[in-house]
């Protein structure tokens, strides 16, 4: 019934497009089949009606340049290419992506002229070393990193002093709900990690972190703990530079310098066994070259959309069999579609649930996760916390 | 000696203008004797080096988009005009502006186009009801406000139920240096509101209140307090609505709502002579409306470029001689050249000094102070917070 609905709404449109400069422009870069059902993203800038997402996933853009040339969007064909906007009757430039987006968050800029900017009706995120653009496709199983009615933590900043780069350096403490009321509680933490590009910021501004641990603390899903996040570019990491990087500056911040701070400003439980290492993308790559090298630090390792463990990962490392009370490796679905980043750069592409089954059936608590048609994107991250957090610090 | 090497750099530019993009660019916007030691805006995009800044104050733009017709920067001609870039050679549009900005914070965007964007070098800030472009002309005092090596407080988010707006809101609280540490003590505490166009981050990315206060209180200055900062929008305030504006639903967030969660889970001094409120232009308007009104509530009171409390508005306030502490009124000093924001719109203007005096003069404990040169800017109200920030809580 839903469906036909859909179909006559299109039908509609299409109908009316020489009169309609929206479904005009609709019509001529999207397949006939678009439902006529587009709201506007959830992180559209306060009272901006553009971009658009229907319930198929199909985004919408509407750009004001009365005088410009061109303006092209970076997302559409799936998200391997881009949407051309047209010029409407007054004016504006607008444009439907071809396809259904894949659910989740997407970053993307316009291009305007041969220039990169961002689309004025969105909010920006800190991606690809610049704040660009974003739009949320809503995912069917949103509710987990939904804001709802449940008791919340707190997302602090701090600032902490780095002797290593002379510096004042920034960090996010997510804080559960309770940390202030149960003054005699101590908390394990987790120092989490953005990917390249990003920031300390994109854990919670893109992959609300913050919200979803709310979320699985009320549901009794997750041990409360405390989440850090700061800055893991501290030297210059260029793209394709990451198999010539040198982790001790990024390592001296964090075990030297942040550890200690945060250690002596809450109220932690400052052992090993009471603190995890994970990252996303470029923030796992660092978490498997600093996490084993400081096993007296860490027991808890996540490895998401950052490669993965082999048996002889673990055969090299002192003390791993012992000492590591958890390895999890995630990815998106359309990564190991394509083989992605499961080794590091130049290796053979190695199976990275392979490599997990490997480590279990040798007697370690490793886990493997992979969110159901998702790239490496944000919303892969965001699943594979919800998978992660609850199984951190039970031993 | 350095005046006569910056004429030098400046008439070396010109010399080379012909086959110097930029410089071109400047000879032709700016007037002959731009000092040419431009540097990167503090609030750039990491990385980027554009929009550049000089020493006399002047600011220099640079955007990428070869196919574009006409590119405008809103600022320029002392903050009243803008500043029309023109194409160079290499495909850029450059320009300078034609004088110097007042020093401090100022909200930009461009016009490209025709359409409206920001500026892809800069880090964007809520002003306007958008995310806008923000360049940094460096002030002489700029060290109040800056970023040092000593004990740093926290900004934390915090998300509060609201049973009147049905919504989870949120709120940023700045706790002292130590605030985790002295687990004994209770602290009074600052609610700051924003301008009309702002939202609840303003006082922290454009106003640097956390660090103001860090400094002040490392300088033994402040009494170590809370502040809390949320939005003041809770109704559709359009511009020049400001006479029909219902104060009733932002008050009722603020009083019944936001300061029973601040007392339950801050350690707070919850009583009126350990509470102030405090707000910039907008803010400054609903400080005056909802203060008085709920002197049980607070007992500290300043209008930032936002009003002023004239014998009239005392007398007719019940308990206003006998439970106010403090009343603090200040404006930028280009504001009162043109006499703005010191009455109710549409009101005789009236002279927010002598309102001041005559405060005084009555026995009641009341502060006026003028940023020099500065507008209904932030410089303003960073200075402000600076000069009210130490009146505060002393009895």
Do not use: C
Not at 79 to 93: E, F
Not at 174 to 186: C, K, L, S
């Amino acid at each position: 019934m839903k469906r036909s609905i859909a179909i006559m709404l299109a039908a509609a449109t299409a109908a009316t497009a020489a009169i309609a400069p929206i479904g005009a422009a609709a019509a001529q870069t999207a397949a006939p089949e678009v439902t006529e059902d587009f709201k506007p993203s959830s992180v559209n800038q306060p009272g901006q009606e553009y971009p658009q997402v229907n319930s198929q996933g199909r985004a919408r853009f509407r750009i004001v340049a009365p005088e410009a040339q061109s303006v092209k969007v970076s997302l559409g064909l799936g998200g391997r290419g881009g949407t051309v906007l047209t010029k409407a009757a007054d004016g504006t430039w607008v444009g439907t992506t071809a396809g259904p987006l894949d659910e989740g968050f997407h970053y993307y800029h316009l291009t305007i002229d041969g220039g990169t900017f961002n689309d004025p009706g969105t909010l920006n995120f800190y991606g690809s070393t610049r704040w660009e653009s974003g739009i949320e496709i809503p995912a069917h199983d949103a509710d987990f990193y939904a804001l709802r009615d449940v008791p919340h933590g707190r997302v602090e900043q701090v600032l902490f002093p780095s002797a290593s780069t002379h510096a004042q350096r920034r960090a996010f403490v997510y804080t559960p709900p309770g940390y202030d009321r149960n003054q005699r509680e101590r908390y394990p933490v987790l120092y989490l990690q953005h990917g390249w590009g990003e920031d300390e910021t994109a854990w919670s501004n893109q992959g609300h972190a913050n919200l979803i641990m709310d979320n699985l603390i009320a549901a009794g899903k997750a041990r409360p703990f405390i989440i850090v996040m700061t800055y893991g570019m501290t030297n210059d990491v260029r793209p394709g530079g990451l198999a010539s990087f040198d982790i001790k500056p990024f390592q001296t911040v964090l075990v030297n310098e942040l550890i200690p701070y945060i250690d002596a400003n809450f109220r932690t439980l400052a052992d090993p066994r009471h603190r995890a290492m994970a990252g996303l993308s470029m923030g796992g790559f660092e978490t498997k070259l600093i996490a084993p090298a400081n096993l007296d630090t860490f027991a808890y390792i996540g490895l998401l959309s950052g490669g993965t463990f082999s048996l002889d990962d673990v055969n090299r490392t002192p003390g791993f069999r012992d000492k590591v009370k958890l390895v999890f490796v995630s990815f998106g679905s359309r990564e190991l579609d394509g083989g992605g980043m499961a080794g590091p750069p130049g290796a053979p592409r190695a199976d990275p649930r392979a490599n997990a089954e490997a480590l279990k059936r040798a007697g370690i608590n490793s886990v493997f996760y992979v969110s159901p048609n998702t790239a490496h994107e944000f919303l892969s991250w965001r699943r594979s916390l919800r998978e992660f957090a609850p199984l951190l610090f039970r031993e």
